[in-house]
């Protein structure tokens, strides 16, 4: 598979995971409001205090103040979902996605496609705007929903070859990255809240993750902080346990290099692998040692550094200097706008803005189309 | 239509089978039409706007009809066409004997934008340069079909071709009654085999990659179309790369040797060590690998020269002179200042018809004679007086209309024909081809971007 064509799949899954989980999060934060915390009562006074956990799961407030340094009421909802100068709105998400999938339509089946296709039109057309303000659950279980079909799709049309991999890959770290941070909101929170309350929170979250089902199956409907840490770090059989992720990650790896699993032939196997035997070796009272945030934190550099060494090992082309260099504007540092230039440039086009008749013949108006041809031919 | 503006006859059938749907029916279908190419992506993407606005090609449901047996004449006319273009292309890259025995000047080559003197004596694999030809066809008053321009370089459209069809048939099965079609499914595997019959290394199976500019080219959804119906990969500029003179793909497990390249990038960008410096899309060294014959290229290097707006004066020169034939295909009457005849013609109709300069493009140089003033027109009598040679003339032309479904009417509207032929073992040219549109009223733009669409195309089994 070429290079370019496993870093696309690989972020196209990335991005309709992470458009899915943003739409959990907050699908479950508007459930949150109906109830009496802190974030209910701020909702009832109309601030945007309760989206501020979202912020911070998500990594995006340093983005939210840049691009809102005086927010009024509305503007954190608006980045979250549908602003597109926000790279991981739920619409920015998603048109990376389908960016990423229309770049590789030959590498995907059809039915892929449409799907990918379908949702990204929804959210970015007026009647996604419509959704979203009148019916928010609606919105968010569309984009659920879609992404869950997707994924059926996905593994009831295309062929376990190279593609799946590392489209399950993507998939993978995205979904292990997003639990874990899910996981931070509690130690993220303004206020401790303890009791009923904290009970509240631990069942939000568990929620976000779908995993109160499986949760209560276990462990009852006691909410505990160690009970939800073991689920949803270590748990062996949770799909969207980081363990069960990085798992899942690791054994797509192996497939892909071909190397027996517990050994590793390159250097983002031996991330991967060292975290999952760090993760298999630990316990909730570990974690609690090192501090519930720090542990976090140190997972989400390994799973960074996983990122990382994947794209070292599968996708980065060294410089190649053959190419002659081009002097590009200080506008333009990386040549994306004259490449896209180029791009569009190219082609005897039957659709683009090449004009078809010769310039000649559209110059003339209608009523002197008809003019006879006479004299000799040529 | 007729040149009386009426419905011809074999389209009875057909028009009647589209009303006995009923209004509401019909304007359903339409929709379901419109959303199916939207949901499958089968769109281009609209120039100068950031977000990248797409659109669906406008289609209409009004197929045009081509009887059988006319099809069959424009089909050997295309054939003999493209033949005659590679012959001159491998003449002109060779010995120019086309030249040397004065049937073309060669200040006409020599002042061809897109000739690649590089390339004299080159070979190319099975000495054929033009792999893919989308001829631009119209019709004249006459009901004969004319040659507007051969597109020889990197034509663009068939994938609507084959989209147009497939959805004819999922939206409008009732249409097709009993009237027999020939297919245009076949594509693609032609064009697969076409690929590689010119690999040069004859493996079981030569790695043939499409060579896109990128994701942002209004033609992308074709190249990944075309790419996926072949089964072969599509691949840009920055995948290739060249070593030693063979051309590799860099893939997952390493680099990997790559045999033909359907390109649809121009000559001007393919490679920045030899054209373009600036190019961003291209690959390095790829001219070289051609040249030491270790990969090939559909189409060839310096196929522009064929299909220069000047050149085209020549091509039933060259269908005489290669092939010892008269033109089967008419073409837009080309005059040409420097033969006396022609030149005494074009100065006694100068209000009629419209001047090029020979050397010079872009709308620069021209006279548009029903539009010029008298000062105007003497002028370019003393230019053309002057300097003969750089001045060619031709009549304003006449497209034929086509009926076409307007507010749940049928009406006549402009349309042209373009037909994708391939050359490769043998010629093979595509069962009709893109018919294009001018949906408004009058208007001659076909352009999708200005207001045109397509139709399917049936060539009628009989």
Redesign the interface.
């Known amino acids: 598979m070429l290079s370019r064509v496993a870093d696309h799949m690989y972020w196209m899954s990335r991005y309709i995971e992470r458009a899915e989980n943003l739409a959990r999060l907050m699908q479950v934060s508007v459930e949150l409001l109906l109830d009496g915390t802190s974030a209910g009562r701020a909702r009832a006074s109309g601030s945007d205090e309760y989206w501020l956990p979202v912020l911070a799961a998500t990594a995006m407030e340093g983005t939210f103040q840049l691009l809102y340094p005086t927010p009024k009421s509305g503007d954190v909802a608006h980045f979250l979902t549908l602003d597109e100068q926000n790279p991981d709105s739920i619409l920015s998400c998603l048109r990376e996605a389908r960016e990423n999938a229309r770049t590789v339509r030959d590498q995907i089946t059809d039915e892929m496609w449409a799907e990918l296709n379908h949702i990204y039109l929804l959210v970015s057309s007026k009647a996604g705007a419509d959704l979203l303000e009148n019916s928010p659950q609606t919105f968010f279980e569309k984009i659920i929903e879609s992404a869950l079909r997707f994924d059926g799709i996905t593994s009831a049309t295309l062929a376990r070859t190279e593609g799946w991999h590392f489209l399950q890959l993507g998939r993978s770290l995205e979904r292990a990255d997003k639990t874990s941070r899910f996981l931070d909101i509690k130690t993220q929170s303004a206020d401790p809240v303890e009791g009923a309350l904290e009970s509240l929170q631990w069942g939000t979250i568990l929620r976000a993750c779908s995993a109160q089902t499986s949760y209560r199956r276990n462990h009852g409907t006691e909410f505990t902080l160690e009970r939800v840490l073991d689920m949803l770090l270590f748990s062996t059989d949770f799909p969207r346990s980081v363990r069960f992720c990085v798992r899942a990650a690791d054994d797509m790896l192996h497939h892909i290099s071909g190397t027996p699993t517990g050994q590793y032939s390159n250097k983002c196997e031996k991330h991967a692998g060292s975290l999952l035997a760090e993760l298999n070796f630990s316990s909730t009272s570990d974690v609690l040692k090192r501090g519930l945030h720090e542990y976090i934190d140190d997972l989400q550099v390994a799973l960074n550094e996983t990122g990382q060494a994947i794209f070292e090992t599968y996708v980065f082309l060294p410089q190649d200097t053959s190419r002659p260099q081009v002097l590009l504007p200080p506008w333009d540092p990386l040549g994306y706008h004259l490449q896209k230039q180029q791009e569009q440039q190219q082609q005897q086009s039957a659709s683009g803005t090449v004009p078809v008749a010769p310039t000649w013949l559209r110059a003339a108006s209608p009523g002197q189309c008809g003019l006879s041809q006479t004299g000799p031919t040529p | 239509m007729d040149s009386d503006g009426r419905m011809r006859p074999y389209y009875g059938p057909v028009a009647e089978r589209l009303f006995g749907m009923g209004p509401s029916e019909l304007e359903q279908k339409l929709k379901n039409l419109e959303l199916l190419f939207?949901?499958?992506?089968v769109t281009?993407?609209v120039?100068g706007d950031e977000?990248g606005t797409e659109r669906v090609?406008p289609f209409d449901p009004v197929p045009r009809l081509i009887p059988g047996a006319e099809w069959d004449l424009v089909e050997a006319g295309l054939i003999q066409r493209i033949t005659a273009l590679n012959l001159f292309l491998y003449d002109i890259y060779h010995e120019q004997k086309i030249l040397k025995d004065g049937v073309i000047p060669p200040e006409v080559i020599q002042g061809a934008a897109h000739f690649r003197p590089e390339f004299v004596g080159v070979n190319v694999p099975r000495d054929i340069y033009i792999h893919i030809c989308?001829t631009?066809l119209i019709r004249?008053?006459d009901g004969r079909y004319l040659v507007?321009?051969d597109?020889g370089?990197?034509?663009?459209?068939v994938s609507?071709v084959l989209e147009n069809r497939a959805a004819m048939k999922r939206v409008f099965p009732q249409l097709f009654g009993s009237t027999g079609v020939r297919p245009v499914d076949t594509y693609p595997a032609d064009l697969l085999a076409m690929l590689r019959h010119i690999a040069p290394r004859q493996t079981a199976r030569p790695n043939c990659v499409l060579l896109t500019?990128?994701?942002?080219?209004?033609?992308?959804f074709e190249h990944?179309?075309l790419?996926?119906q072949m089964g072969i990969?599509?691949?840009?500029g920055?995948?290739l790369?060249?070593q030693d003179g063979f051309v590799y793909?860099?893939?997952?497990?390493g680099l990997q040797q790559v045999d033909v390249i359907y390109r649809?990038?121009?000559d001007d960008?393919i490679d920045?060590?030899v054209f373009r410096?600036?190019?961003?899309?291209g690959v390095?060294?790829l001219v070289d690998a051609v040249r030491r014959g270790n990969v090939a290229l559909a189409n060839a290097i310096g196929t522009g020269v064929a299909d220069d707006?000047v050149t085209y004066?020549y091509v039933?020169e060259m269908i005489r002179y290669y092939l010892d034939q008269d033109p089967i295909l008419?073409q837009v009457?080309?005059?040409?200042a420097w033969?006396e005849?022609?030149r005494k013609?074009i100065l006694e109709?100068l209000p009629?018809l419209?001047v090029?300069a020979a050397n010079e493009s872009?709308?620069y140089g021209?006279l548009?004679g029903?539009?010029a003033g008298k000062a105007e027109i003497e002028e370019f009598r003393k230019r053309i007086e002057e300097n003969p040679r750089n001045y060619i003339a031709?009549?304003?032309?006449?497209?034929s209309q086509h009926p076409t479904l307007v507010d749940g009417a049928l009406e006549g509207r402009?349309v042209?024909l373009?037909p994708f032929i391939l050359c490769g073992e043998s010629i093979k040219v595509l069962a009709g081809g893109?018919t294009?549109v001018a949906l408004q009223r009058?208007?001659?733009?076909?352009?999708?971007?200005q207001g045109?669409g397509s139709k399917d195309t049936w060539v009628l089994v009989n």
């Open positions: 939207l949901k499958q992506g281009f993407t120039y977000r090609f989308g631009d004249d008053r507007l321009e597109n370089r990197c034509p663009s459209g609507y500019p990128g994701v942002h080219n209004s033609a992308y990944s179309f790419a996926r990969e599509i691949v840009e920055r995948d790369v060249v793909m860099r893939t997952t497990r649809r990038i121009d960008f920045p060590q410096k600036d190019s961003m899309l390095p060294g707006k004066a039933p008419h009457p080309t005059y040409l033969r005849d022609d013609y109709h009629e419209v090029k872009g709308g021209m548009i029903p539009r031709q009549p304003v032309v006449y497209f402009h042209d373009r893109l294009r009058g208007s001659l733009v076909v352009n999708s971007s045109g």
